[in-house]
């Protein structure tokens, strides 16, 4: 499974992303997809997950303000984030848990600063 983020880049505070990560494979369907984002200096943390049925989790601290969602039919997950602060600024790794392994993107930069 190859994992491709894109969507990152340099926001002002109060503004708006989405994150795209398209995903290899034809069973990407039974997937659990996650975003997981890392700042400098901190452990990776988890963002929001999605499982195969559209169940969703997220962290407390971009619940309301972060949504994540799947399109199957085109193999990508999204994470649109609103209301961005500049706690936000990391980079987001894109991670598939698949029946065989833990897969993850490259990640993408995401920098929210006026």
């Known amino acids: 499974v190859q994992l491709m983020e894109s969507g990152g880049g340099l926001v002002q505070p109060g503004g708006s992303l989405r994150l795209s990560c398209a995903a290899s494979?034809?069973?990407?369907?039974?997937?659990?997809m996650g975003w997981y984002r890392q700042a400098p200096g901190k452990q990776r943390e988890l963002v929001a997950t999605?499982?195969?049925?559209?169940?969703?989790n997220y962290a407390d601290s971009v619940k309301s303000r972060f949504t994540i969602s799947r399109d199957n039919a085109k193999n990508t997950v999204y994470l649109q984030m609103n209301s961005l602060k500049p706690e936000d600024t990391a980079v987001y790794y894109c991670?598939?848990?698949?029946?065989?392994?833990?897969?993850w993107g490259q990640g993408t930069q995401v920098t929210v600063s006026s």
């Open positions: 991670n598939a848990d698949t029946p065989v392994a833990l897969y």
């Open positions: 494979g034809s069973i990407f369907s039974i997937y659990t």
């Open positions: 999605i499982t195969s049925g559209g169940r969703t």
